[in-house]
């Protein structure tokens, strides 16, 4: 009864190091690890033993006698995988031990920035070590990033991540800072003053624009902002989504365009289920889109999202999902190909809204007077330019859609981050490993670019404490002593409401108890004041210590 990976995988590879055969690729430091979309359990070498599914924290992996109708495509991807890499060396890689790495006994004092899961794994393996201290800053009063405000709120198995960061939490070492605003409230300068090292796991807050006309319209948004306004985002809670006519173009078809697609088409009823915001969701009960646009530059072959998620698309039962693509361009070796040629054979219900994954299609302009109403479509070809890799180029071939929102998803791009050096060709701080200069680090996205899922950003996080670590066992960091509380006090006299564990548990648990009255994971609360109010009142009660400091 082999165990199989399904939709919801992270890449946090703690199902490798458990997995006492070896039997879980491809593994961290292997080809392909870093761009892998999932890990695979190979069927031929799994011994049935379970170690994975109690070491996954986000419960992807299942036997496959309890695969769920829609999951039961992934027992093939699994195994296919193999076929196409053996992986002939099975050395059992939970029998390999890590090794404590610091020399000097003496405690470190770390300061994070950012509550995201990079900033999560980071304190994560500090905490390893027995001298390390952390503390977890960011700028909103609530943590874990995208993991709350990013992951689709349909995808309730992904946000299970939540549960690993509560463990770390639970570390001895471990503290929040929340509600500081590393830059405006506290400077690099003064954090390195009270702790001997500064790692930023800040990410790419910007979106890469389309760079047409009519962009700037009412109703041209963001795709991020969209799923920030969803997910109960404070910056968000205010945008303006026009939600008042049938089709809406999403421009660019990665995953988060397919959540984005998949989200504005679901039965409320369904979302109702879910942690959605409040807010999103009386808006979507009475929206009147019928139809989400999905527009790709190229081809099947060359589309940005990845089989997991097309396959999580394709299981979809109350929706329609038009394929608008030549059936030559449906056949090759690419394993998402056959998926989208079997949708495109589906009939289409007209009782169902529709989502149309439309190929070879490129925006031009964006049309309206006062709002959008228009968006001139052209057709693509293929061309390869000078290195052999095939581009998109227009062609003289042109629509007009009617659509009252477009949604641009073409990417993440990180922007500068105060007192540290920007590289403004592939927006990322510049650093060498991780490293920035001895005692200041950065991880996750800043570091490496919007790639990668969340667990990726667990070995992400493990090259930059290595060379932290180095550091400190080559000198080049002060190991004076470091006094972090004089600085929460210093904060907190400068009216910062700085929110600790205590204050993140209370606003955790009466999220929570609002959700269960409705049946819901959580009713998650977007007004600031109120988060900062509700996080105070925990403070003050004393309602969680949290770790203890080392």
């Keep these: 009864m082999p165990y199989v ?137 609530t943590p874990y990033g995208l993991v709350r405000a990013g992951v689709a709120p349909d995808h309730q198995d992904t946000k299970r991540a939540e549960r690993l960061f509560h463990a770390i939490e639970e570390q001895p070492g471990f503290r929040y800072r929340l509600g500081v605003d590393v830059g405006e409230d506290v400077t690099l300068e003064e954090l390195l003053g009270h702790y001997h090292a500064v790692v930023y796991a800040v990410g790419a807050s910007a979106d890469r624009s389309l760079g047409i006309p009519g962009e700037d319209l009412p109703g041209s948004l963001s795709a991020t ?34 959540d984005v697609a998949r989200v504005l088409t679901s039965d409320p009823a369904r979302l109702a289920a879910t942690d959605i915001a409040d807010h999103a969701l009386d808006a979507l009960a009475a929206s009147r889109v019928r139809e989400v646009v999905v527009l790709g530059r190229r081809g099947p072959a060359q589309a940005a999202f990845t089989l997991p998620e097309l396959v999580g698309l394709a299981a979809l039962r109350d929706v329609n999902v038009v394929v608008e693509a030549a059936a030559e361009d449906l056949e090759g070796d690419d394993p998402r190909l056959p998926v989208l040629a079997e949708m495109a054979r589906r009939p289409v219900d007209p009782a169902l809204r529709t989502i149309v994954l439309r190929f070879n299609a490129a925006p031009v302009e964006i049309l309206g007077t006062g709002r959008v109403t228009v968006l001139q479509v052209a057709r693509t070809e293929l061309v390869p330019d000078e290195h052999g890799v095939l581009r998109a180029r227009l062609t003289d071939q042109v629509e007009l859609l009617e659509a009252g929102m477009v949604l641009r998803s073409v990417g993440y791009r990180g922007v500068p981050v105060r007192d540290l050096p920007h590289d403004p060709g592939t927006g990322t701080v510049r650093n060498t490993g991780g490293r920035v200069r001895p005692g200041v680090y950065v991880a996750g996205w800043a570091k490496r670019g919007p790639t990668g899922f969340i667990g990726s950003n667990k070995t992400c996080a493990q090259e930059t404490v290595g060379r932290l670590l180095d550091d400190l066992d080559a000198g080049l960091i002060d190991r004076g002593p470091r006094d972090p509380h004089r600085l929460e006090a210093e904060l907190r006299r400068r009216g910062v409401p700085v929110v600790d564990l205590a204050g993140w548990r209370a606003v955790d648990e009466e999220e929570r108890r609002r959700g269960a009255a409705d049946g819901r994971p959580r009713r998650k609360i977007v007004d600031i004041a109120e988060l900062e109010q509700l996080a105070a009142l925990g403070r003050r009660a004393g309602r969680y210590a949290g770790g203890s400091t080392r």
Aim: glycine share 6%.
């Design 225 to 258: 902002e969209l799923v920030g306004w969803y997910n109960g985002h404070p910056d968000h809670r205010h945008l303006d989504v026009r939600l008042d006519r049938e089709r809406v173009v999403v421009v660019g078809n990665g995953n988060v365009a397919l």
């Design 5 to 141: 990976v399904t939709q919801s995988c992270c890449n946090d590879a703690s199902c490798v190091v458990a997995c006492p055969v070896n039997c879980i690729h491809p593994a961290p430091g292997e080809p392909g690890f870093a761009e892998a979309e999932m890990l695979h359990v190979d069927p031929a070498t799994c011994v049935d033993c379970g170690a994975c599914v109690t070491a996954c924290p986000v419960g992807a992996i299942v036997p496959h006698t309890k695969l769920r109708p829609h999951e039961l495509p992934f027992l093939e991807i699994n195994a296919s995988y193999y076929r196409k890499n053996p992986h002939a060396d099975r050395t059992p890689l939970a029998l390999v031990p890590r090794q404590r790495r610091l020399l000097d006994p003496a405690p470190v004092r770390v300061a994070v920035v950012g509550a995201g899961p990079a900033g999560m794994y980071t304190a994560d393996e500090l905490l390893r070590h027995p001298e390390a201290s952390v503390d977890v800053y960011d700028r909103l009063p």
